[in-house]
């Protein structure tokens, strides 16, 4: 008797895992394009490359508010939160104290999936709203014009 192997193409390859590893490329590319996109929206949001070959999101007079930096399989996007924020996100597997400017309120999140993009779009605005200039706030609090 013969025995045959099934495999059905959602089972050989389940969702969230790259076999050939090409996709992953691609994959984070997007992530990074999602990130970059909601920070330029920002009012007087722009983008710089001071350190290297990684945007740095900027607001104002040359204040920092995040840069995503694609390495290890990960967008790693290091960004600012208030005490309460930063204490909640640190439950998360994917956040980590930020190096050289962790005590002065940063933190860096490895964004690998859905879940962790989301969290980190949303501090991305929390970010932008605590370096922003006064008059910006209203507008990202949906009050202004």
Known sequence: M???L????HLACPTGRVRNGKNAVVRLEAIEQRITELALSFPEAYEDRPWGDFPVFKVGDNKVFGWA???GGAVHVTLKLTA???E???????VRTASYVG???WITAAVTDEESLEAVLEWLRESYWLKCPDELKAAVEG???
Request: no cysteine; aromatic share 16%.
């Open 84 to 86: 309460d924020e930063r």
């Open 6 to 9: 099934v495999f059905e193409s």
């Open 69 to 71: 930096v694609v390495e």
């Open 143 to 145: 009050d202004g014009p």
């Open 88 to 94: 909640i996100a640190h439950l998360l597997p994917y």
């Open 103 to 105: 005590r002065y309120g």
């Open 2 to 4: 013969e025995a045959f």
